[in-house]
């Protein structure tokens, strides 16, 4: 009868670390370095974890070599790539356009139009080369400021193109011909 005793109050132990596993998963997320880096910590039930970690693993052995990534690049950095592609591609996918689209409020400057500031709402400031990355393999929407912060354009919220012109453009470039694209 002891060794059934013990047998329950250690499965009673370990019922209750899952329990209290599964009440303390959390994840958490802030900007440093002048917000121009995001942290990301995350704590998960086992289970969960190996989930998690699974799908990112197998994510980055298919996402493509970006250019100047000759094996340079860390598996830490690829994991990093596959969550982002793995949010991306979740964002995109969401019925409701107001709620998985990034906004990206940006200031044009000069007479030629060109970008200026950028940020992401809610975020950091960014570079006005990465809003143009940002706006090619995401939904966003960049809002179009003058110098006295007054709206001037609000960007296409998609930037889909019919089948037709990607045939087009597949023919016509073979590859992405964004500077930095894969």
Known sequence: MGGSGRRETSSHRS????REAEQARSPSWWYFAENSRFGL??????????????????????????????????????RADALVALC?????????????????PARL?????????????????????VAKRLACNGRTQVVLEDRAGQVVRLGRVSREPPEWMMRQLKYRDRECTLPGCG
């Open 15 to 18: 019922l209750q670390e899952a």
């Open 88 to 104: 991306s591609s979740r964002i995109a996918h969401h019925a409701h356009p107001d709620r998985a689209t990034v906004v990206i």
């Open 41 to 78: 910590s995350a704590e998960f039930p086992a289970a969960q974890g190996a989930v998690v970690a699974t799908a990112l693993e197998r994510l980055a052995d298919r996402l493509p070599v970006m250019p100047g990534e000759d094996g340079g690049w860390s598996v830490d950095a690829r």
């Open 109 to 129: 400057d000069g007479p030629g139009g060109e970008l200026h500031s950028c940020e992401v709402e809610g975020g950091p400031a960014i570079h006005p080369e």
